[in-house]
């Protein structure tokens, strides 16, 4: 299955994937920022559905290029789990969008992970995203890779940006 997916789309497909995840969920994204989900009537942080996953055994990998603002981290302090065993590494190189499912099935697209990008924002506040869901099995290998590849640090010897990362692999 390889589907087309934009818009809202981000919102009610890959999101909903991502927090039915089992055994592991990795994203990468360029910009993180305090994205919010509606679960049973309530709003919520994104992160209150990862620690929910991290507390039922799955393990999260997250990359990101910057630094995330206050009130990312304010979410972000409100979940202890997330300090504990969310596994996350900075690097200023990654400018990816991808979800990877149980290994399964991933999302590649354009839409960082913030409101504007996959949220709740209204229709008039979204950006105009695209990409693609698949459990294509070639496809899905290539982007395990290039995921695994940022997170082993493969690329840090050569990067010429180690001034930015706050934490190089290597």
């Given at each position: 299955m390889i589907r087309f997916i934009s818009d809202i789309?981000?919102?009610?497909?890959v999101l909903n994937l991502a927090a039915k995840a089992r055994r592991t969920l990795w994203i990468g994204t360029a910009d993180i920022k305090d994205l919010y989900?509606?679960?049973n009537?309530?709003?919520l942080p994104f992160l209150a559905i990862l620690s929910e996953l991290i507390g039922k055994g799955v393990g999260i990998r997250l990359i990101h290029a910057k630094e995330p603002g206050q009130p990312f981290r304010q979410d972000f302090d409100r979940y202890p789990l997330l300090?504990?065993?969310l596994e996350q590494m900075l690097c200023p190189r990654v400018h990816f969008k991808i979800i990877i499912i149980d290994l399964t099935i991933c999302y590649i697209g354009s839409a960082n992970l913030t409101g504007a990008g996959m949220g709740m924002k209204s229709q008039f506040r979204r950006n105009f995203e695209a990409?693609?869901?698949?459990?294509?099995?070639?496809i899905l290998n290539s982007v395990v890779e290039e995921f695994d590849k940022v997170w082993r640090g493969s690329e840090c010897l050569?990067?010429?940006?180690?001034q930015y990362?706050?934490?190089p692999v290597v």
């Open positions: 789309e981000h919102y009610d497909i989900v509606m679960r009537g309530a709003n300090a504990k065993q990409g693609i869901i698949t459990d294509e099995v070639n050569k990067c010429q940006r180690k990362c706050s934490a």
